[in-house]
T-cell receptor, first 111, second 114 residues
């Protein structure tokens, strides 16, 4: 069966510090991978999606970037965090327009 | 503008009672509609997915309906349990050629009290 991992589970970072969130998927090959952010009182916002190694599509211009160095690894990064980057970050795998399966999420607080 | 609106924003019911959550959408062209359950601090988990031709689908005590003509969906929860306390999110897949996107509602926060 497929499983999806995210770490860390929670993170508190000062403004201006770098960020690296990791997501890995097991039990499937060549999955479509997604990064979402869920801010307080807001719906899920798609940040990036990837259909293959090195292929990243950005949905919203922002202070973040994503990379897919391996087939089942998806990384979300920032060089300098902003207060507005706080939120709940979710990684998912699946098909575009099809079913998506979510990881446990990372709660990021930028102070 | 492609939008998904859910009501009520929040709901409190007693354990054992039934409830119905509403979802209205203006997404076009439409591909499918899903309902997700999201426990606090966790990722969403899919409950149901319906295409244009389906007007009802059940998953245990959860029954979703879809009226593609009026662009409305509902999620009915029967005999609620404490573990049903969560946010329920309606998501519509926007089918525009090969670029399909998910339009997420803000969710209904359900609290089931003993």
């Amino acid at each position: 069966s497929q499983t999806i991992h995210q770490w860390p589970a929670t993170l508190v970072q000062p403004v201006g510090s770098p960020l690296s969130l990791e997501c890995t998927v097991e039990g499937t090959s060549n999955p479509n991978l997604y990064w979402y952010r869920q801010a307080a009182g807001r719906g899920l916002q798609l940040l990036f999606y990837s259909v293959g190694i090195g292929q990243i599509s950005s949905e919203v211009p922002q202070n973040l970037s994503a990379s897919r160095p391996q087939d089942r690894q998806f990384i979300l990064s920032s060089k300098k965090l902003l207060l507005s980057d706080s939120g709940f970050y979710l990684c998912a795998w699946g098909g575009i327009g099809g079913e998506q399966y979510f990881g446990p999420g990372t709660r990021l607080t930028v102070t | 503008k492609n939008q998904v609106e859910q009501s009520p924003q929040s709901l409190i019911i007693l354990e054992g009672k039934n409830c119905t959550l509403q979802c209205n959408y203006t997404v076009s062209p439409f591909s499918n509609l899903r309902w997700y359950k999201q426990d606090t601090g966790r990722g969403p988990v899919s409950l149901t997915i319906m295409t244009f031709s389906e007007n009802t689908k059940s998953n245990g005590r959860y029954t979703a309906t879809l009226d593609a003509d009026t662009k409305q969906s509902s999620l009915h929860i029967t005999a609620s349990q404490l573990s049903d306390s969560a946010s329920y999110i309606c998501v519509v897949s926007h089918a525009a050629g090969n670029n399909r996107k998910l339009i997420w509602g803000l969710g209904t926060s359900l609290a089931v009290n003993p």
